[in-house]
């Protein structure tokens, strides 16, 4: 089993429109980050995505994903989801609709923003979708995947992180209940939020990361959903502890 990080970037990716910071001009790949997402995939073939943002069609290219089991969704802010339409190739190569899950209040607002999608008479050609209600700490098995949704906090919002196996993938949080970081236990791997070097109002800054990354004490844990205000990667990777590492866009992670 595996999982592919297909983007590790915050919303407005890297580099930033009109930003001429070194972060954004430099050369290095790992510099340049699409909107964050993953994928899991498992010995058999297998894939699972998590989430769809505005990079989603560029991300499935780029991996080579040619089947889709589903899609797992955290939150419903727009870099997460936006990409819904582009499942429409696996709708047309796979004959079938594309199973989503989220949490059930996500769900709706997927169902409100895209309506054109659920009408009972789609327009020809529009992306098939089935939604799929799921519940924080409520095991579910796709193609025989164990998944544990797990709760954590975006401020005020409530998102959904993902135990898989030995891994877990967790973005957009400044807050893990306790009963969560219990469900994270004897980790092989954690992806977790890490923002930039400022406290902020909805997401984990650096040094906050690293705090729970220890706590939590995967064997190996990689950031995701960086700003181009955390620093070069190269710069920062250095700063962090033996077993704490910069994710970077296509990066596969194996236990």
Known sequence: MKFQLLGTGTSQGIPVIGCHCEVCQSKDYRDKRLRTAAVFMDSYGHNIAIDCG????????????NELEGILITHTHNDHIVGLDDVRPFNFSMKRSIPLYGLEQHLEEIRSRFTYVFEDNPYPGAPKIDLIPISP?????????????????????????????????ITDTNRIPERSIAELRDLDILILDSLHHKKHHSHFNFEQSITVAQRIGARRTFLI????????????????PENIHLGFDGMILEN
Not at 139 to 168: S, T
């Open 137 to 169: 700490y409520k095991p579910l098995a796709i193609q025989g995947i164990q998944i544990l949704p797990i709760l954590v906090w975006h401020g005020d919002l409530e998102v959904l992180g993902f135990r898989i196996g030995n891994y877990a993938y």
């Open 225 to 240: 959903h960086i700003s181009h205000h955390m620093g070069l990667h190269q710069s920062i990777d250095r700063r962090c």
């Open 54 to 65: 505005p990079d989603f069609r560029q991300q499935m290219l780029r991996a080579r994903i």
